[in-house]
Protein backbone atom coordinates (compact mmCIF):
# COMPACT_ATOMS: atom_id res chain seq x y z
CA UNK A 1 0.00 0.00 0.00
CA UNK A 2 1.10 3.64 -0.94
CA UNK A 3 0.57 5.62 2.13
CA UNK A 4 -1.44 8.45 1.98
CA UNK A 5 -0.54 11.83 0.53
CA UNK A 6 3.40 11.01 -0.60
CA UNK A 7 2.74 12.25 -3.53
CA UNK A 8 1.66 16.10 -2.44
CA UNK A 9 4.54 15.55 0.09
CA UNK A 10 7.29 15.12 -2.51
CA UNK A 11 5.48 17.90 -4.65
CA UNK A 12 5.70 20.35 -1.74
CA UNK A 13 9.04 19.75 -0.74
CA UNK A 14 10.34 19.86 -4.13
CA UNK A 15 12.09 23.01 -5.23
CA UNK A 16 14.60 23.63 -7.75
CA UNK A 17 18.27 23.58 -6.51
CA UNK A 18 21.15 26.15 -7.76
CA UNK A 19 24.01 24.62 -5.80
CA UNK A 20 25.26 21.45 -5.73
CA UNK A 21 27.34 19.66 -3.32
CA UNK A 22 30.08 17.68 -5.42
CA UNK A 23 29.46 14.67 -3.35
CA UNK A 24 29.07 11.65 -5.12
CA UNK A 25 25.74 10.33 -5.70
CA UNK A 26 24.08 6.86 -6.77
CA UNK A 27 23.90 6.36 -10.44
CA UNK A 28 20.86 3.41 -9.20
CA UNK A 29 18.90 6.48 -7.26
CA UNK A 30 19.06 8.54 -11.35
CA UNK A 31 18.08 5.43 -13.40
CA UNK A 32 15.36 4.82 -10.44
CA UNK A 33 13.63 8.36 -11.41
CA UNK A 34 14.47 7.99 -15.14
CA UNK A 35 11.96 4.68 -14.81
CA UNK A 36 9.82 6.44 -12.93
CA UNK A 37 9.74 9.08 -15.83
CA UNK A 38 9.60 6.21 -18.52
CA UNK A 39 5.92 5.37 -16.93
CA UNK A 40 4.29 8.54 -17.90
CA UNK A 41 1.61 8.77 -20.40
CA UNK A 42 2.57 10.18 -24.39
CA UNK A 43 0.53 11.46 -27.15
CA UNK A 44 -0.21 7.77 -28.56
CA UNK A 45 2.18 5.93 -26.04
CA UNK A 46 5.18 6.90 -28.95
CA UNK A 47 7.31 7.83 -25.33
CA UNK A 48 9.24 10.37 -27.69
CA UNK A 49 11.75 10.89 -24.70
CA UNK A 50 15.69 9.92 -24.48
CA UNK A 51 17.75 10.79 -21.80
CA UNK A 52 21.26 11.09 -21.46
CA UNK A 53 22.98 10.56 -18.06
CA UNK A 54 26.38 12.62 -18.04
CA UNK A 55 28.28 11.96 -15.70
CA UNK A 56 32.04 12.63 -16.54
CA UNK A 57 33.34 15.66 -15.67
CA UNK A 58 35.33 16.88 -18.86
CA UNK A 59 31.79 16.38 -20.96
CA UNK A 60 30.37 18.36 -17.85
CA UNK A 61 32.84 21.23 -17.77
CA UNK A 62 32.20 22.01 -21.50
CA UNK A 63 28.54 21.99 -21.39
CA UNK A 64 28.74 24.23 -19.00
CA UNK A 65 31.52 26.61 -20.97
CA UNK A 66 28.88 26.75 -23.89
CA UNK A 67 26.26 27.36 -22.22
CA UNK A 68 28.01 30.45 -20.22
CA UNK A 69 29.31 31.72 -23.13
CA UNK A 70 25.64 31.89 -24.62
CA UNK A 71 24.05 33.04 -21.04
CA UNK A 72 26.41 36.36 -20.60
CA UNK A 73 25.00 37.29 -24.05
CA UNK A 74 21.66 36.42 -22.86
CA UNK A 75 21.52 38.10 -19.75
CA UNK A 76 23.57 41.26 -21.03
CA UNK A 77 21.55 41.41 -23.83
CA UNK A 78 18.82 44.53 -23.49
CA UNK A 79 16.16 42.65 -24.25
CA UNK A 80 14.95 40.90 -21.18
CA UNK A 81 11.99 42.69 -19.80
CA UNK A 82 12.45 45.00 -16.54
CA UNK A 83 10.32 42.32 -14.33
CA UNK A 84 12.65 39.60 -15.34
CA UNK A 85 16.10 40.81 -14.89
CA UNK A 86 14.84 41.69 -11.37
CA UNK A 87 13.10 38.56 -10.62
CA UNK A 88 17.01 37.30 -11.21
CA UNK A 89 18.81 39.72 -9.53
CA UNK A 90 16.53 38.37 -6.52
CA UNK A 91 17.34 34.78 -6.91
CA UNK A 92 20.99 35.61 -7.14
CA UNK A 93 20.72 34.12 -11.17
CA UNK A 94 23.51 35.01 -13.37
CA UNK A 95 25.29 33.90 -16.67
CA UNK A 96 27.35 31.57 -14.06
CA UNK A 97 26.03 28.29 -14.46
CA UNK A 98 28.64 26.36 -11.53
CA UNK A 99 25.60 23.39 -10.94
CA UNK A 100 26.62 22.02 -14.88
CA UNK A 101 30.30 21.10 -13.60
CA UNK A 102 29.51 20.85 -9.81
CA UNK A 103 26.71 18.54 -9.93
CA UNK A 104 27.72 14.59 -9.98
CA UNK A 105 25.51 13.96 -13.27
CA UNK A 106 23.36 15.93 -15.68
CA UNK A 107 20.61 14.30 -16.95
CA UNK A 108 19.80 15.90 -20.61
CA UNK A 109 16.41 14.94 -21.64
CA UNK A 110 14.95 15.03 -25.46
CA UNK A 111 12.50 15.06 -27.29
CA UNK A 112 11.80 13.38 -31.07
CA UNK A 113 10.45 15.54 -33.25
CA UNK A 114 7.60 15.15 -35.43
CA UNK A 115 5.96 13.07 -33.28
CA UNK A 116 2.74 13.40 -32.08
CA UNK A 117 2.86 15.66 -28.71
CA UNK A 118 6.27 15.18 -28.34
CA UNK A 119 7.62 18.01 -26.14
CA UNK A 120 4.01 17.81 -24.10
CA UNK A 121 4.77 14.35 -23.25
CA UNK A 122 8.44 14.97 -22.40
CA UNK A 123 7.66 16.99 -20.02
CA UNK A 124 5.39 15.24 -18.16
CA UNK A 125 8.11 12.34 -18.11
CA UNK A 126 10.41 15.15 -16.72
CA UNK A 127 7.41 15.84 -14.08
CA UNK A 128 7.73 12.21 -13.02
CA UNK A 129 11.55 12.62 -13.07
CA UNK A 130 11.71 15.60 -10.46
CA UNK A 131 9.36 13.71 -7.91
CA UNK A 132 11.39 10.23 -8.05
CA UNK A 133 14.60 12.44 -7.35
CA UNK A 134 13.22 14.16 -4.55
CA UNK A 135 11.89 11.08 -3.22
CA UNK A 136 15.16 9.79 -3.23
CA UNK A 137 16.82 12.81 -1.78
CA UNK A 138 18.07 14.32 -5.06
CA UNK A 139 18.32 17.63 -5.33
CA UNK A 140 16.77 18.72 -9.30
CA UNK A 141 16.74 21.56 -11.69
CA UNK A 142 14.98 21.92 -14.92
CA UNK A 143 17.44 24.50 -16.81
CA UNK A 144 16.56 25.21 -20.15
CA UNK A 145 19.87 26.32 -21.63
CA UNK A 146 19.89 29.78 -24.11
CA UNK A 147 21.67 27.07 -26.82
CA UNK A 148 20.17 23.83 -26.89
CA UNK A 149 21.26 23.06 -30.38
CA UNK A 150 24.52 23.50 -29.78
CA UNK A 151 24.68 21.25 -26.78
CA UNK A 152 22.47 18.82 -28.41
CA UNK A 153 25.25 18.29 -30.80
CA UNK A 154 28.31 18.28 -28.16
CA UNK A 155 26.78 15.26 -26.88
CA UNK A 156 25.91 13.23 -30.27
CA UNK A 157 22.51 13.85 -30.90
CA UNK A 158 21.30 13.08 -33.76
CA UNK A 159 19.14 15.92 -35.90
CA UNK A 160 15.61 14.38 -34.79
CA UNK A 161 15.90 14.72 -31.04
CA UNK A 162 15.65 18.20 -29.62
CA UNK A 163 17.18 18.96 -26.18
CA UNK A 164 14.68 20.04 -23.65
CA UNK A 165 16.02 20.33 -20.70
CA UNK A 166 19.78 19.47 -18.73
CA UNK A 167 18.90 18.51 -15.01
CA UNK A 168 21.98 18.63 -12.76
CA UNK A 169 21.22 15.94 -9.88
CA UNK A 170 23.09 15.40 -6.58
CA UNK A 171 22.52 17.09 -3.28
CA UNK A 172 21.59 20.18 -2.46
CA UNK A 173 24.33 22.79 -1.65
CA UNK A 174 21.90 25.56 -0.64
CA UNK A 175 18.76 25.82 1.97
CA UNK A 176 16.38 27.51 -0.12
CA UNK A 177 12.82 28.25 1.10
CA UNK A 178 9.64 27.70 -1.23
CA UNK A 179 8.37 29.65 -3.86
CA UNK A 180 5.17 30.84 -3.74
CA UNK A 181 2.49 28.80 -5.21
CA UNK A 182 -1.44 29.80 -5.91
CA UNK A 183 -3.91 28.10 -3.49
CA UNK A 184 -6.51 25.97 -4.80
CA UNK A 185 -9.09 28.49 -4.59
CA UNK A 186 -6.94 31.10 -6.58
CA UNK A 187 -6.11 27.99 -9.31
CA UNK A 188 -9.58 25.92 -9.58
CA UNK A 189 -13.13 27.01 -10.55
CA UNK A 190 -15.79 24.30 -10.57
CA UNK A 191 -18.32 23.83 -13.24
CA UNK A 192 -18.08 27.41 -14.48
CA UNK A 193 -14.81 29.88 -15.16
CA UNK A 194 -15.07 32.00 -11.85
CA UNK A 195 -16.73 29.43 -9.68
CA UNK A 196 -14.44 29.68 -6.74
CA UNK A 197 -13.42 26.20 -4.59
C1 LIG B 1 10.07 24.76 -18.30
C2 LIG B 1 10.97 25.31 -17.21
C3 LIG B 1 12.15 25.94 -17.56
C4 LIG B 1 13.00 26.42 -16.56
N1 LIG B 1 14.21 26.96 -16.91
C5 LIG B 1 15.08 27.34 -15.95
C6 LIG B 1 16.38 27.81 -16.30
O1 LIG B 1 16.77 27.82 -17.47
N2 LIG B 1 17.20 28.21 -15.30
C7 LIG B 1 16.83 28.16 -13.99
O2 LIG B 1 17.62 28.55 -13.12
N3 LIG B 1 15.60 27.73 -13.62
C8 LIG B 1 14.73 27.30 -14.57
N4 LIG B 1 13.49 26.80 -14.21
C9 LIG B 1 13.13 26.70 -12.79
C10 LIG B 1 12.05 27.71 -12.39
O3 LIG B 1 12.61 28.99 -12.28
C11 LIG B 1 11.44 27.25 -11.04
O4 LIG B 1 10.82 26.00 -11.21
C12 LIG B 1 10.41 28.23 -10.51
O5 LIG B 1 10.99 29.47 -10.24
C13 LIG B 1 9.71 27.71 -9.24
O6 LIG B 1 10.67 27.43 -8.26
P1 LIG B 1 10.79 25.98 -7.59
O7 LIG B 1 11.04 24.98 -8.69
O8 LIG B 1 11.96 26.09 -6.62
O9 LIG B 1 9.52 25.71 -6.86
C14 LIG B 1 12.63 26.31 -15.19
C15 LIG B 1 11.44 25.66 -14.86
C16 LIG B 1 10.62 25.14 -15.85
C17 LIG B 1 9.36 24.41 -15.45
Do not use: C
Amino acid sequence: MIPDGVVLELASKRRSIRKFMTTPVPLGDVFYAIKAALQAPSGANRQPWRFVVIGDSETKMRIREASEAWEKRFHESGSLPEWFRKWLRERNITWEKPFLSEAPYLIAVFSRRGEPYARESTWLAIGYLLLALEEKGLASLTYTPANPNVLAKMIGTPRNYMLETIIPVGLAGEDKKKENRLSLREAVFINEWGNQV
